[in-house]
Nanobody
């Protein structure tokens, strides 16, 4: 059964860091484009970052550039989102995503086929 299972969310103070993980089963991350999205209360889901299937192209939303980093460990079938210098406006439910086709492009749009269940990140004092 194909699944993307997320972990690592929680409550953190402004300026703090969190790392989100997304472990896949039934789906190899090798040559597969991946992404992270988030949805804040009352807002539409927005793209945070992506990585191409070849792994050599990444892109970030302007709001997180220089603070967030996407990565993957193919051997562990896990993708990560390292979030540093967190701000209250980063508060949202975060979702990992992967494409079905191999060697896909890095896309900051929700054109992904597989999604994690979402994990809450709250940045507050």
């Amino acid at each position: 059964q194909l699944q993307l299972v997320q972990s690592g969310g929680g409550l953190v103070q402004p300026g703090g860091s969190l790392r989100l993980s997304c472990t896949t089963s039934g789906l190899t991350l090798s040559a597969r484009a991946i992404g992270w999205f988030r949805q804040a209360p009352g807002k539409e889901r927005e793209a945070v970052t992506c990585m191409s299937g070849t792994g050599d192209v990444t892109n970030y939303a302007d709001s997180v550039k220089g603070r967030f980093t996407i990565s993957r460990d193919v051997a562990k079938s896990t993708l990560y989102l390292q979030m540093n210098t967190l701000k209250p406006e980063d508060t949202a439910v975060y979702y990992c995503a992967a494409q079905r086709l191999l060697f896909g492009k890095c896309m900051l749009s929700p054109e992904y086929d597989y999604w994690g269940q979402g994990t809450q990140v709250t940045v507050s004092l």
